[in-house]
T-cell receptor, first 113, second 117 residues
Framework: EDKVVQSPLSLVVHEGDTVTLNCSYE??????LLWYKQEKKAPTFLFML????IEKKSGRLSSILDKKELFSILNITATQTGDSAIYLC?????????????FGQGTILTVHP | GAVVSQHPSWVICKSGTSVKIECRSL??????MFWYRQFPKQSLMLMAT?????????EQGVEKDKFLINHASLTLSTLTVTSAHPEDSSFYIC?????????????FGPGTRLTVL
């Protein structure tokens, strides 16, 4: 059975701090790893990673994948209160249709002013 | 970017009634859509895969007679919660994949908050 584990489950920081969120996975025929941010409603897409060692960046957010060690990290630098959200990691694996994802438990990030 | 809508955004119903939730891809076609359930401060739990023109595929433990899924067109999937009970109260989210460029990137609807009294 495919498995995705995120850590920590929750994190409280102050504005300006840098955070690192972790996602490890055990799946058969890995295809891709995705990060989503969920505030009050729909998860919004952040990154999709398919290749090891290639960092993806978007503003203060960046992510990288290690296919040998089976994990990914999401970094947020200079955090702001608007970064408070649930961050979801999901993995797409072969043998299932595109888009059928296995989600981790999520990391609840709270950024205090 | 790709937009997915859901309707209604929230609904309150009495126990025993049925509720239909619509999921539409607004600017792309989706042969496959997914229905999730989410409890407060928890992750998304996949309920079923909705396939246009064919039967839905349900995850283990999800009652297909209770959660009816119809994917009648390339832009619309519906989830009907039949004979709803208070334990069905939850946040239901759909997602869709752009059929023209198959990848794992899913576009999520805004969700529907269902409360069963």
């Amino acid at each position: 059975e495919d498995k995705v584990v995120q850590s920590p489950l929750s994190l409280v920081v102050h504005e300006g701090d840098t955070v690192t969120l972790n996602c490890s996975y055990e799946v058969t025929n890995f295809r891709s790893l995705l990060w989503y941010k969920q505030e009050k409603k729909a998860p919004t897409f952040l990154f999709m990673l398919t290749s090891s060692g290639i960092e993806k960046k978007s503003g203060r957010l960046s992510s990288i994948l290690d296919k040998k060690e089976l994990f990914s990290i999401l970094n947020i630098t200079a955090t702001q209160t608007g970064d408070s959200a649930i961050y979801l990691c999901a993995v797409g694996a072969g043998g299932t249709s595109y888009g059928k994802l296995t989600f981790g438990q999520g990391t609840i990030l709270t950024v205090h002013p | 970017g790709a937009v997915v809508s859901q309707h209604p955004s929230w609904v309150i119903c009495k126990s025993g009634t049925s509720v239909k939730i619509e999921c539409r891809s607004l600017d792309f076609q989706a042969t496959t859509m997914f229905w999730y359930r989410q409890f407060p401060k928890q992750s998304l739990m996949l309920m079923a895969t909705s396939n246009e023109g064919s039967k839905a595929t349900y995850e283990q433990g999800v009652e297909k007679d209770k959660f009816l899924i119809n994917h009648a067109s390339l832009t619309l999937s519906t989830l009907t919660v039949t004979s709803a009970h208070p334990e069905d109260s939850s946040f239901y989210i759909c997602s869709a994949e752009d059929s023209s460029t198959p990848t794992d990137t899913q576009y999520f609807g805004p969700g529907t908050r269902l409360t069963v009294l």
